[in-house]
């Protein structure tokens, strides 16, 4: 899946479903481990009870953001009205970028080999 979403030039995951305690935190500890921006929305998420999502979402914030649906809706309605006037396509790829979308590969690589250097 790694292979698939970097050839897609994908750098930041929206992550939801059940059991946020379960595979939802480990998915997003894991992409953010591989180096992806992630966000998980929080009221698209279940648990088997409140204690275990509530101290879930404690845990989460330390790979990453953890965010609601509804801000998550206002955000891709920001990007899709800003690539519209870019003349970019919603999906990246060669011709779909945007300049931000740069800025953030350039910021991950840079992320990248600081984390190399420091090793």
């Given at each position: 899946l790694d292979y698939v979403l970097r050839s897609l030039c994908i750098t930041q995951l929206v992550i939801c479903g059940q059991l946020i305690d379960q595979s939802v935190e480990s998915t997003m500890r894991h992409a953010a481990d591989l180096g992806y921006r992630v966000s998980a929305v929080h009221d698209a998420c279940a648990a088997s009870c409140g204690e275990h999502h509530a101290g879930c979402i404690d845990r989460l914030t330390a790979w990453g953001r953890v965010i609601s649906t509804q801000q998550i809706l206002e955000e891709l309605m920001a990007i899709?009205?800003?690539?519209?006037?870019?003349?970019?396509?919603?999906?990246?790829?060669?011709?779909?970028?945007?300049?931000?979308?740069?800025?953030?590969?350039?910021?991950?690589?840079?992320?990248?080999?600081?984390?190399?250097?420091?090793?």
């Amino acid at each position: 899946l790694d292979y698939v979403l970097r050839s897609l030039c994908i750098t930041q995951l929206v992550i939801c479903g059940q059991l946020i305690d379960q595979s939802v935190e480990s998915t997003m500890r894991h992409a953010a481990d591989l180096g992806y921006r992630v966000s998980a929305v929080h009221d698209a998420c279940a648990a088997s009870c409140g204690e275990h999502h509530a101290g879930c979402i404690d845990r989460l914030t330390a790979w990453g953001r953890v965010i609601s649906t509804q801000q998550i809706l206002e955000e891709l309605m920001a990007i899709g009205a800003t690539r519209q006037t870019m003349g970019g396509e919603i999906r990246g790829g060669k011709g779909g970028l945007n300049v931000g979308d740069r800025i953030h590969r350039v910021s991950r690589q840079q992320r990248n080999k600081e984390r190399r250097d420091s090793w």
